[in-house]
């Protein structure tokens, strides 16, 4: 990692020095007051951050920044709170993962649309073009961009190549084969998955990521219902004139580019028509596949117990052989390869909850994309979750305050903020999430090559082919629902039939409650071309 940081280093220098950001001047002061920032702890994250406080603060020394990190475990919780008491007391925060807080932040958090086309004094042009602007999750018929993201990620799965070698396997392509190569691992005497069974993996993490990568295999042509119409308030006839399904393209239904959603046409669907299901056949196709699997291959009677910090440690001490995660795991894996190699221990989490791992072995990394499932309902091959991710929203105080923490994000988007936070990071041991999204930034090295080898099979978060996967619009006694009747199916307690009849009730009784965050009436529905007024 300090090889590759060394190169990552001289590109940004030479980045920084062709848009003329390096300077020793300060920029005119013309911000007073306080920055919190107000996002979850992980290895160097702190220190990355006050970085890029300090040299902020360089430029505007009257603005101060202090970084308040929260522990990961309970951040959802927190950030939710945060936003439900907003209307009594605004938060101390100014920036938090907005994305955590589902629709609470709902009219609460600064759009960063209206500042994207702004001349950034941190660049040679505007905001927008600081950053891959495309890659942002934009609602372009709204005009609404609530997060910023500077790292692309993907999840999939990593493998032990020492022990797949060792048993003789290779990396599934479908479902079938995945369940295969399990059994000829647990056969040889490994946990073949290190999966947490948790809610908390259900919910935001694994289990949920493969719920969401699942479904989407059962509703690709449900774009073709809830898609923008001649007519509809939403309609481009630019893109939707021209858009024409096509489920052998992954990047087919990419939204806003290729086609625009209309979520009253989702909505209408599902409650009323009936055309649209959340305990469709290609969901009783998908959970049943879900049970060859869990948890038999994850721990047996102890998946449900495991939680992220016990499914990293398995795949760690090489006691299981694949692992579910992001491609934020590359430097995570490389750091800890490192440690070993300088004979120090390991530290698996944060505060009381971490745990130091001592006489660990190398292994060799290897990767797959998600294999795909076949049978009744599967409409496409597997995608996975590939997006920019960050998710940085400012919570909307007064319109001075907002201004400077949208400042103080446009330097952070900068190549010489962005650099300031990756070389302090990268120094305290950090890892990057992701590919960054900050033009003139590249990674270099054993880093840059994992993340060059990857397979990119398309994102299955987009548009709505996720929407009912879980518990819906990540509504907590919904998905704490979900997570009872599928703990329920997976342990054969009920039937698949079962599962299904339980999450077609569980999703019809919430949705309303997550149209009206988004000011969707059941009324509005009637008239599903014209823009919902909530009433």
Partial sequence: MKKSLVRFLCLVMAALMALGCVSALAEEDDFSGKITISLYSAKGVEEAWRA?????????????????????????????????????????????????AGSDRVDKVVNFYDYAFDESAYSDGEWADQIAFDMQNIDMVSGSWDCVSITGVQVLWFYNVDIFNEVGVKPPKTWDEFVDVCAKIEAAGYQPLAIAGDFQSFWAEQMGWLAQVYCDQTTRSQIEIYRAQEGDYCYDPDVDGKFVYDPTDPHNDDTPANVNVNTVRFWKAFLKDGTIKAGSDGMKTVWSNFAKIFPTYAGGENFFGTDANNAKTMFYQSKAAIYLSGSWFFGDYLNTMASIDAGEAVTIGDGEDAVELEGLKKFGLGTFAMPSMEGEGIEAKARTIEVATGFLSAVKKDIDHDEMVVDFLKFYTSPEGYSTFLSALIEAGGVPDGLPLVKGIELEGELGEMFSNIEYIGNCQKGLCQALARGVGDNQEALRAWYGYSSDLLTGKITVDEWAEKHQENQTKYAPEVMKASKISMNDLDNPQNEPTGN
């Fill in 52 to 100: 890029v406080g300090d040299a902020y603060t360089a430029k505007h020394p009257n603005a101060e920044v202090v970084v308040d990190l929260k522990p990961q475990d309970g951040y959802a919780d927190w950030v939710k709170a945060a936003f439900q008491g907003y209307d009594s007391a605004l938060p101390e925060a100014d920036i938090v993962y907005g994305n955590l």
